[in-house]
T-cell receptor, first 118, second 115 residues
Framework: AQKVTQAQTEISVVEKEDVTLDCVYETRDTTYYLFWYKQPPSGELVFLIRRNSFDEQNEISGRYSWNFQKSTSSFNFTITASQVVDSAVYFC???????????????FGKGTKLSVKP | DTGVSQDPRHKITKRGQNVTFRCDPI?????LYWYRQTLGQGPEFLTYFQNEAQLEKSRLLSDRFSAERPKGSFSTLEIQRTEQGDSAMYLC?????????????FGPGTRLTVT
């Protein structure tokens, strides 16, 4: 069965602190895809990153970085030098490969609400 | 084309009424997804289309729910005989699909309140 667990319900940090959002997933497939989305107070989900199961290389994009470890089924997200504008709910999501080799629907975790205080 | 659009943004209805939501995907995207999100939860998959074909439906999609994408462009989601438990944010997403993975782009959602 597919499952995504985001154990941290809420995190509060002070601006400029680093923060890591945890994501643990479960799947029986060998080919799958992992995603992070941001949902600011306005409500619209914003795509941040996609990773496939064959690519364990970590990625850095500005203040954002992602650590994918298949051995622990984790796909953690770190924000360096957090800013007030980073305040949002962050969702980790999993998608398995459909018959035919294409991506299926997204299975989301419950999200982590990040509050960055000035 | 600037993104996925949904209409209306908010809908308040009385229990037992029917409601219909519309989603316009990004124009070249061939896949369209519907999700439902309740307070404090992540979005839950309802159904998706590839072009005009509805390929998968979640068991969350009861008989009161129906979705269409008649010409492979916009889609509608209808809820018949609404119940208070249907109150949620209904999200639409689209993607350009082939082999492999493609990110889904989400619209702003339609917030449904059933009184």
């Amino acid at each position: 069965a597919q499952k995504v667990t985001q154990a941290q319900t809420e995190i509060s940090v002070v601006e400029k602190e680093d923060v890591t959002l945890d994501c643990v997933y479960e799947t029986r497939d060998t080919t799958y895809y992992l995603f992070w989305y941001k949902q600011p107070p306005s409500g619209e989900l914003v795509f941040l990153i996609r990773r496939n199961s064959f690519d364990e290389q970590n990625e850095i994009s500005g203040r954002y970085s992602w650590n994918f470890q298949k051995s622990t089924s984790s796909f953690n997200f770190t924000i360096t030098a957090s800013q007030v504008v980073d305040s949002a709910v962050y969702f980790c999501a999993l998608s398995e490969e459909n018959y035919g080799g294409s991506q299926g629907n997204l299975i989301f975790g419950k999200g982590t609400k990040l509050s960055v205080k000035p | 084309d600037t993104g996925v659009s949904q209409d209306p943004r908010h809908k308040i209805t009385k229990r037992g009424q029917n409601v219909t939501f519309r989603c316009d995907p990004i124009s070249e995207h061939n896949r369209l997804y519907w999700y439902r999100q309740t307070l404090g939860q992540g979005p839950e998959f309802l159904t998706y289309f590839q072009n005009e074909a509805q390929l998968e439906k979640s068991r969350l999609l009861s008989d009161r729910f129906s979705a269409e994408r008649p010409k492979g462009s916009f889609s509608t989601l209808e809820i018949q005989r609404t119940e208070q438990g249907d109150s949620a944010m209904y999200l639409c997403a689209s993607s350009l699909h082939g082999l492999g993975a493609y990110e889904q782009y989400f619209g702003p959602g339609t917030r449904l309140t059933v009184t």
